[in-house]
């Protein structure tokens, strides 16, 4: 398990000459290296769910959380007795104005069906828009009342963000090859920046192998989980999954 000092500790070593220049900017390049970590694969350790609850008449369900990184699969809701109803993701306002009304009259609100990440304003961070108008009507129960469907939202959260003195771990300082990904691409970036260019070459290459076996384990951890079959017929549990 690493942390920010470890990790500039180590990355001093592999680069040796660390000019004052280079120095300031080793905690950039480390975060720089946990965004390409972060954006490379669907790690379980970033896997995380926002739950937010609408309210009837309202079309923004709320602002993204300030850790969002994607959504990563379908969202739903959940009626008063706890059935989850699955929802889909709109890709652009202008596929939510084919299929979704903006008459906000009660008559033509209905469950949510429908969600759509849109651009945000004074928070600076992007919104969350549930379609249709939600109505007040929903099975009212443990996780309903009336009008506040019960939205579950699945997301790639970022990483607690690592800094200067600090003790922050997270799932890339845990994961060994990830550690290993973070001090070698970082290293290679103060090589490029001291202006030795092969060294720097060579850490980065060494970078790329091991986050190319932490994405090879990462699919291994989770195929085992995935039961596909080629082919599905009549005689299927209607929980089969298709094959890919």
């Not at 300031?24 to 946990?34: F, H, I, T």
């Not at 994961?175 to 092969?198: M, P, V």
């Not at 790329?208 to 005689?235: C, G, N, W, Y």
Request: contains cysteine; glycine residues 6%; charged residues 25%.
């Amino acid at each position: 398990m690493a942390t920010l000092p470890t990790i500039l500790t180590k990355i001093r070593n592999n680069i040796i000459d660390v000019p004052a220049q280079t120095e300031v900017r080793l905690e950039s390049w480390v975060n720089e290296a946990q965004l390409e970590c972060e954006a490379a694969m669907a790690w379980v350790g970033m896997d995380t769910e926002f739950v937010v609850d609408t309210v009837a008449g309202t079309r923004k369900l709320s602002a993204v959380p300030t850790d969002w990184v994607k959504a990563v699969s379908d969202p739903w809701y959940l009626t008063g007795t706890g059935k989850a109803i699955r929802m889909e993701w709109l890709p652009s306002r202008q596929d939510a104005s084919k299929d979704y009304s903006e008459d906000t009259s009660t008559t033509a609100r209905s469950s949510p069906k429908a969600i759509l990440e849109v651009q945000g304003s004074a928070s600076g961070r992007n919104d969350i828009e549930v379609y249709p108008y939600p109505d007040a009507s929903n099975t009212t129960g443990t996780f309903s009342a009336a009008g506040e469907y019960e939205v579950h939202i699945p997301y790639h959260a970022r990483g607690a963000t690592l800094v200067t003195g600090g003790t922050e771990t997270n799932f890339f300082t845990v994961d060994l090859d990830l550690q290993l990904y973070l001090e070698d691409f970082a290293s290679g970036k103060a090589l490029l920046f001291n202006r030795d260019y092969d060294n720097g070459q060579v850490w980065l290459l060494q970078a790329q192998r091991h986050i190319q076996r932490a994405k090879r384990l990462e699919r291994e951890r989770k195929s085992h989980f995935m039961k596909i079959t080629p082919r599905r017929d009549v005689h299927a549990s209607r929980r089969q999954r298709r094959a890919i």
